[in-house]
């Protein structure tokens, strides 16, 4: 496996995946699992974090040194379900700024079409954490990634629940430096470009579109 994808294999991500699959769960549900799983991934995607400061501080009991995260990492949402996965993230990195990217696959001009594009004034060389519940085709992962880097933005971690193996592969084609944090790679993808099995399409369900 590519040393840039990190599936994230744990007893409680894969009981609470069981119900995300689920067709009978119901919107409320999934938005907190989806919260509940974003909060696991952005852990992990933490986890090396360098950018560390020692401080003084007082416990009840005597005075020591505490550690705090120094330039820290914009959690980005490729619109809209990764709207979704942001209360997770951010309650993860209650310091940390937040950007939006709308990007959507047109199948008529068999491209992609950015409708939306919000970033903080000083992303410019800042680590960022780019969420979106399910990478399938990668078109729209790879044309986020694509304008963040255009605006000169430092290391790129993608947290993502679900996966293909042909959107990672895609991804590392254009963008081998990116790291990617999953739950799981899905084995097959439909015609339609759904994940299978997968959970369907995580916007209608996230917020009751369908």
Wanted: charged share 25%; aromatic share 8%.
């Amino acid at each position: 496996m590519n040393s840039k994808v990190k599936v994230i294999d744990h007893p409680l991500l894969r009981h609470k995946l069981g119900y995300l699959r689920d067709k009978n769960t119901y919107s409320q549900d999934f938005r907190e699992i989806v919260k509940e799983i974003s909060k696991v991934l952005v852990y992990e995607a933490m986890r090396d974090w360098q950018h560390l400061e020692k401080i003084a501080i007082e416990t009840p009991i005597a005075k020591t040194e505490a550690q705090r995260i120094v330039r820290a990492p914009v959690v980005v949402s490729i619109m809209r379900a990764g709207n979704g996965m942001l209360d997770g993230a951010l309650s993860m990195l209650p310091f940390a700024s937040t950007g939006f990217i709308g990007i959507y696959r047109d199948k008529f001009i068999h491209n992609t079409v950015e409708y939306y594009f919000k970033m903080p004034q000083d992303i410019k060389g800042k680590d960022v954490l780019l969420c979106d519940p399910l990478i399938a085709t990668a078109d729209t992962m790879i044309a986020a990634i694509d304008r963040l880097k255009n605006y000169g933005v430092g290391q790129i971690k993608v947290i993502s629940i679900l996966t293909s193996q042909t959107g990672l592969d895609k991804v590392h084609h254009y963008h081998p430096d990116v790291e990617v944090y999953t739950v799981n790679i899905e084995t097959e993808m439909n015609e339609m470009g759904y994940l299978v099995p997968g959970l369907g399409d995580a916007g209608d369900r996230l917020f009751q579109t369908k």
